[in-house]
């Protein structure tokens, strides 16, 4: 038995990984798995027996305080324990009298002491007991255990022939024990030998006692027993060596089972070699034989032998069966054999896809570092020209969307090897993809496709920012990419249970069933072809890494080619921090806003996020054209950039307040400039408030909301 929280059992251990295979070598990679589960479970055995081997070779022809001595000397070396005892319980029951210890490398002095609250007490009680760790704990009682610095325990009993306890059998362990049933198997094999010396001292009848141990332990099938006469005739055998030579009961109680008749010819000649070094020694070393099951097949065994009892001529052995061993190894060497070329061709697959990556990287990140600095230097210098100043940051948006490239890239490989980090912090998302679909309205616009969005406000999740932009602009990107001209794009946002489950569904060209499984692997795209350059099948894979490091999960739907796609990302949601403002209210029904703004990316960004909040909006690119649609309707409020090419805003507005019905609608002005004079300029205009670029959506929101419901002013100048 072993305690709770202790070692794994047999069923633990023998549960092996199964190792992912790659895809070139798959079935090669599958019968690998295979072999090397049976390769360590060989390999448990053959530990087992060399261990049972070593201890046995030098104790088995000893007798009384010898053989104590050396079997606790060899238990301790090969069960790695800092101390190995064999204890005999008194007569009243209550102390254990050490017979034999042998500890930190030297035979200590025999001693006893009181059995109560220690774990020996507790093998006593039970067949078996074992803790890998923090045993001093579960025995607080026990201060022979603390003064020794003993962590793991491993115990069996030494029971006489009506079962009574009559000693135990110990490996003490300074460390944590990781194979517990290894060093139970050890001391079980041993415990009715010892168990056996220490009757010899009370009773006469040894002989009869030490058969019953023995078939107590044949009948444990852990390995093949068997007894036999001098002449190689089978007088008894535990189930296990039956099975391992195909005969059954009946045979051997015929007498049927005759090792010369089992032998091939080699074997047979080396039998009385054998018989001779049992008789002189007492015990034989382990030795490999092949043997003629009863079928006529054949199987490959290890065994030893020791003496049982010379005047009756009886020799007991033990037999591991090494057929399978065998047999794994002939199929390993073929399987290995199979499996070279296809290993040699995926590691140069992967060999020229690092040189692909390095080369990428490195060709464009050198252009990439001058061009970003030349525009950061014209910025500084340039005119405050609004139209330069666009023009240097389109420049410097696209650079940009090739640095992401380009860490696409670097973030591939990271994530292929496990080293792709995240810092994460509270993050409003709905917030977040709110700001992200304003940036790719643009994309959107020049490749003919409507883009919109639904985002649910108040939705946090601990996550990078940086790295959820990179998972939503990588899901916008790819629904643009695959979209024909006239299609949509739509992202959503809303809460499922504790989940923040984010979409991105196109109209697009689809994706073939067969293709959904893999669509998340590196350089994997679908064959239907995109509307625009595909770029290089990174990106998705990516998404899946930064997602699952942030705890979540992404997937993907598809009815098929012509049909759209859908994408999914699920992140655990968490509670907003403590003294975060509110979301923006969403507008009241009916009022409209105009958006006057020349630049297209500011333009499309600033209608998509008031969209977002429920407003209807307008947008016109040119003073010139808002006169004229306002000539035609009437909006709620008017957000006018100063700096408009033909007449600027100041002009723009003069000439909206002559229009019917224009006189008192409430106007913003947004400009780049915020100075005292800028302020006071705008203000004596007639503009009801000041926003300066760039500037927070959401403050504008509220701000716009104000105006509309409560009639506050504009307030202070928004930046």
Same mark, same amino acid.
């Given at each position: 038995m072993i305690a709770p929280g202790g070692a794994m059992n047999a069923s633990q251990r023998s549960a092996w990984p199964t190792r992912e295979t790659r895809e070139s070598g798959e079935r090669a990679g599958d019968l690998q798995a295979r072999i090397d589960q049976l390769l360590e479970w060989q390999a448990w055995q053959q530990r087992l027996f060399d261990a049972i081997r070593m201890v046995n070779d030098e104790s088995s022809s000893q007798r009384g305080a010898a053989f104590f001595d050396t079997?606790?000397?060899?238990? #301790?070396? *090969?069960?790695?324990?800092d101390v190995a005892f064999v204890g005999q319980l008194s007569v009243d029951g209550t %102390?254990? @009298?050490? *017979?034999?210890?042998?500890?930190?490398?030297?035979? #200590?002095?025999?001693?006893?002491?009181?059995? #109560?609250? &220690?774990?020996?007490?507790?093998?006593?009680?039970?067949?078996?007991?074992?803790?890998?760790?923090?045993?001093?704990?579960?025995?607080?009682?026990? &201060?022979?255990?603390?003064?020794?610095?003993?962590?793991?325990?491993?115990?069996?009993?030494?029971?006489?022939?009506?079962?009574?306890?009559?000693?135990?059998? =110990?490996?003490?362990?300074?460390?944590?024990?990781?194979d517990v049933e290894f060093a139970e198997s050890v001391l079980l094999f041993f415990a009715p030998r010892v168990a056996l010396e220490i009757q010899q001292a009370r009773s006469e009848d040894v002989l009869r006692r030490r058969d019953e141990a023995l078939h107590r332990l044949m009948d444990s099938n852990v390995v093949g027993f068997v007894v036999a006469d001098l002449e190689g005739r089978i007088l008894d055998a535990n189930d296990a060596y039956l099975?391992? =030579?195909?005969?059954?009961?009946?045979?051997?109680?015929?007498?049927?089972?005759?090792?010369?008749?089992?032998?091939? !010819?080699?074997? =047979?000649?080396?039998? !009385?070699?054998?018989?001779?070094?049992?008789?002189?020694?007492?015990? /034989?070393?382990? +030795?490999?034989?092949? +043997? =003629?099951?009863?079928?006529? &097949?054949?199987?490959?065994?290890?065994?030893?032998?020791? $003496?049982?009892?010379?005047?009756?001529?009886?020799?007991?052995?033990?037999?591991?069966?090494?057929?399978?061993?065998?047999?794994?190894?002939?199929?390993?060497?073929?399987?290995?054999?199979?499996?070279?070329?296809?290993?040699?061709?995926?590691? @140069?697959? %992967?060999?020229?896809?690092?040189?692909?990556?390095?080369?990428?990287?490195?060709?464009?990140? %050198? !252009?990439?570092?001058?061009?970003?600095?030349?525009?950061?230097?014209?910025?500084?210098?340039?005119?405050?020209?609004?139209?330069?100043?666009?023009?240097?940051?389109?420049?410097e948006r696209n650079t940009r969307h090739v640095a992401r490239l380009v860490d696409d890239l670097l973030d591939l490989a990271r994530a292929a090897r496990g080293t792709l980090n995240i810092e994460r912090k509270p993050l409003d998302l709905s917030r977040l993809l709110v700001q992200l679909l304003g940036t790719m309205h643009e994309d959107a616009r020049r490749s003919g496709l409507h883009l919109e969005g639904t985002f649910e406000p108040g939705l946090w999740v601990s996550a990078d920012a940086t790295r959820m932009s990179q998972v939503a602009l990588n899901l916008l990107s790819n629904a643009i990419k695959f979209t024909p001209t006239g299609g949509r794009v739509t992202a959503r946002l809303q809460r499922q249970g504790d989940s923040a489950c984010f979409s991105v569904e196109d109209t697009g060209v689809g994706i073939e069933p067969e293709l959904l499984p893999r669509l998340f692997a590196p350089f994997v795209q679908s064959s239907a072809g995109a509307s625009r350059p595909a770029g290089m099948g990174i990106g998705l894979s990516i998404v899946r890494s930064l997602v699952e490091l942030h705890g979540g999960t992404a997937r993907v739907e598809s009815e098929g080619q012509g049909r759209g796609a859908r994408f999914i990302v699920e992140l655990p949601t968490i509670a907003p921090p403590p003294n975060v403002e509110a979301p923006a209210p969403l507008a009241p029904a009916g009022p409209r806003i105009l958006v006057i703004e020349d630049n297209d990316d500011a333009r499309e960004m600033?209608?998509?996020?008031?969209?977002?909040?429920?407003?209807?909006?307008?947008?016109?690119?040119?003073?010139? #054209?808002?006169?004229? +649609?306002? /000539?035609?309707?009437?909006? /709620?409020? $008017?957000?006018?950039?100063?700096?408009?090419?033909?007449?600027?805003?100041?002009?723009?507005?003069?000439?909206?307040r002559l229009l019917a019905g224009c006189a008192s609608i409430p106007a913003l002005a947004v400009t780049a400039l915020g100075g005292p004079d800028d302020l006071k300029r705008t203000h004596e205009a007639g503009f009801a408030g000041h926003v300066v670029k760039p500037f927070d959506v959401d403050e504008l929101a509220q701000r716009i909301h104000n105006l509309l419901v409560d009639g506050r002013p504009a307030g202070a100048p928004l930046a």
């Open positions: 079997l606790t000397a060899r238990l #301790a070396t *090969v069960l790695g324990a %102390n254990m @009298e050490i *017979v034999s210890v042998f500890g930190d490398g030297k035979r #200590a002095e025999p001693f006893s002491y009181c059995l #109560a609250g &220690t774990p020996c007490a507790q093998v006593i009680a039970n067949r078996v007991y074992a803790h890998s760790k923090d045993v001093v704990r579960l025995f607080p009682e026990d &201060t022979l255990l603390a003064e020794m610095g003993i962590h793991a325990y491993v115990g069996v009993p030494l029971r006489d022939a009506d079962g009574k306890s009559i000693g135990i059998l =110990v490996g003490l362990f300074r460390r944590d024990l990781d099975d391992m =030579v195909g005969f059954n009961r009946k045979d051997l109680i015929s007498g049927r089972i005759h090792w010369p008749e089992m032998a091939p !010819p080699g074997e =047979v000649a080396e039998q !009385p070699t054998t018989v001779q070094r049992l008789l002189a020694q007492g015990s /034989g070393k382990a +030795w490999e034989v092949e +043997w =003629v099951r009863k079928d006529g &097949t054949r199987v490959h065994v290890v065994m030893g032998g020791a $003496l049982m009892d010379a005047s009756r001529g009886r020799v007991v052995a033990f037999v591991l069966d090494q057929t399978e061993r065998h047999r794994v190894e002939r199929e390993r060497q073929e399987a290995l054999a199979r499996e070279h070329a296809a290993l040699a061709e995926a590691q @140069e697959a %992967n060999r020229a896809k690092d040189r692909f990556l390095a080369v990428v990287s490195h060709e464009l990140r %050198n !252009p990439l570092s001058p061009i970003t600095m030349a525009v950061q230097m014209l910025k500084a210098s340039a005119p405050a020209d609004d139209r330069v100043q666009n023009a240097l940051r389109i420049i600033v209608a998509t996020c008031l969209g977002m909040r429920g407003y209807s909006v307008a947008t016109c690119a040119t003073g010139e #054209a808002a006169l004229d +649609w306002l /000539g035609r309707e009437r909006p /709620g409020v $008017l957000l006018v950039d100063i700096g408009l090419p033909g007449i600027d805003g100041y002009q723009f507005l003069r000439g909206a």
